[in-house]
């Protein structure tokens, strides 16, 4: 499990009275995080738009209220980036952010990219506020699974 060191000082001596067992700080605290990444897309790279949809990230916000993602950023440590257009993610819901080109839903944007983003080997997938500010972040530096829990 990918500790968020920002978030600690804030559970420190915290102790849960429901029972309730969150895994990670930041579903404790709720807000948007980044759950999944699939960052090699199944079969051979070829460049299809098939396949460059197979490469996503999954995000998903742990707040009991839907949260404004207008500006937002998704990017990679090549700087890659993906901006959010004026929309809300729901309380609870999650959405996939795919590579390739589609139809925009409520649950899958699309980057609307000829080429792959996530590096097969190792990468990062940052959300950041528009103000630049982090919000989360995964990293992974392997190619065996092709897909990362965060």
């Known amino acids: 499990m990918r500790i968020r060191r920002a978030a600690l000082p804030a559970l420190a001596g915290a102790v849960a009275l429901t029972g309730a ?4 700080p930041a579903e404790a ?4 995080v980044i759950r999944h990444v699939w960052f090699d897309s199944p079969g051979s790279d070829n460049g299809s738009n098939a396949s460059l ?14 949260i404004s993602l207008k500006g937002w950023i998704l990017k990679d440590v090549a700087n890659h980036k993906y901006t959010f257009a004026n929309l809300k993610i729901g309380a609870g819901k999650t959405m996939k952010i795919r590579t390739g080109k589609g139809t925009d839903s409520a649950a899958t944007k699309f980057q609307k990219r000829g080429a792959y983003v996530w590096n097969n080997t190792t990468d990062t997938a940052i959300l950041t506020r528009a103000n630049g500010s982090k919000v989360d972040d995964c990293k992974w530096t392997t190619s065996d699974p092709s897909d990362k829990y965060c």
């Not at 605290?29 to 948007?32: K, L, M, P, S, T």
């Not at 949809?53 to 995000?59: F, K, R, T, Y």
């Open 29 to 32: 605290a709720g807000g948007v």
């Open 21 to 24: 067992v969150l895994s990670t």
């Open 53 to 66: 949809n197979g490469e996503w990230v999954e995000i998903k916000n742990t707040s009991s209220a839907s």
